[in-house]
């Protein structure tokens, strides 16, 4: 029996066509649009096309799109200056700086110096701190997108034992929080885990972040298994996740595909963020429940 595709591409597009809905209506009682300030260090090209695909996202949404390209050789002092201003300017609600950045920039000083509220990435460590403890904040993006396909294949996630494949703080870390905020019996395996697959197959819900190409095997899975590939890696083959998908496949449930599962949420659910920030900071009410349905 084949798994269920997870389409985190029509998802995202229906996504995006709820923010571009409440974008209109912010601007009508706000009188300016939400504005996101990206920031570019650096002439990576796979970074470059990441921030010109959201910047068109953005603006297909409504939305201002403001973006700052930096030499890889800024000194961190002027980035931290920028982010400074970003953060004074009124018309900015959501500020990104694209991460991996330059080895002389400490990227944990630059992203504490982001205000709080206004850190869409939902990196900023009282964000971290605000999803750890159940307060209201910003959760990171691609975490947040895995529920939501989570939440269109799964009549609930409650007591569901879910295995989370990595901790970094972008994902894995998050995303653990966030499936134990949904009330699932959260494992996270990492490189010092004895005995992954062992862990994998008791998995309901498993949620590949490793950055392993085609690491995890299909039988690994627990049959009917819900599967969620955040794995971007470019591969001689072409772009492959962390989940071996022609064998995963055959024994999951319903799965994410690379590319067009989880990626596109991740910029949709940038957008959301940056709407629901722009509500907050006008005081213009946001249905967030709208905004987050997820159709199941
Ligand atoms: N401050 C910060 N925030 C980020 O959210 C952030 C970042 N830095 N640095 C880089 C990573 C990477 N990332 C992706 C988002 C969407 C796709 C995406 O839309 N992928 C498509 C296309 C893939 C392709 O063709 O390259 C897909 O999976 O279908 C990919 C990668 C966000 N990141």
């Excluded at 900015?92 to 991460?99: F, H, N, S």
């Excluded at 206004?118 to 904040?137: E, M, Q, S, Y």
């Amino acid at each position: 029996m084949s798994a269920t595709i997870i389409d985190g591409k029509a998802f995202a597009a229906g996504l995006r066509a709820r923010i571009a809905d409440g974008v209109t209506a912010f601007k009508a009682k706000a009188g300016r649009a939400p504005g996101l300030a990206v920031v570019l260090v650096g002439e990576d090209p796979a970074s470059n096309v990441y921030v010109r695909s959201k910047g068109k996202a953005t603006r297909e949404a409504g939305m201002e799109s403001i973006e700052h390209r930096l030499p890889a050789d800024v000194p961190a002092e002027k980035l931290l200056a920028l982010v400074a201003t970003l953060n004074a300017d009124p018309t900015i609600d959501g500020i990104l700086v694209q991460l991996p950045l330059p080895k002389h920039i400490d990227e944990q000083a630059v992203i504490a110096a982001i205000d709080p509220d206004k850190d869409v990435d939902g990196f900023h460590p009282i964000n971290a701190g605000r999803l750890a403890t159940g307060l209201p904040g910003f959760v990171p993006c691609t975490p947040f997108g895995c529920v939501m396909l989570l939440k269109s294949v799964l009549p609930t996630l409650s007591g569901l034992e879910a295995v989370v494949v990595g901790r970094s703080n972008i994902v894995g870390k998050p995303m653990a929080q966030l499936l134990l905020r949904e009330s699932c019996t959260v494992t996270v395996v990492h490189s010092r885990t004895q005995d992954v697959p062992a862990h994998i197959r008791r998995a309901d819900i498993l949620v590949a972040a490793v950055g392993i190409p085609e690491m995890i095997k299909g039988d690994w899975l627990k049959p009917g298994a819900t599967v969620i590939d955040v794995g971007i890696n470019r591969t001689d083959a072409g772009l492959v996740g962390d989940v071996d998908f022609a064998s995963a496949v055959e024994v999951a449930g319903a799965i994410t595909p690379v590319p067009g599962g989880v990626g596109p949420m991740t910029i949709a659910c940038l957008l959301r963020n940056t709407l629901v920030s722009a509500g907050r900071r006008e005081g213009i009410a946001m249905d967030e429940a709208t905004l987050d349905r997820t159709g199941l």
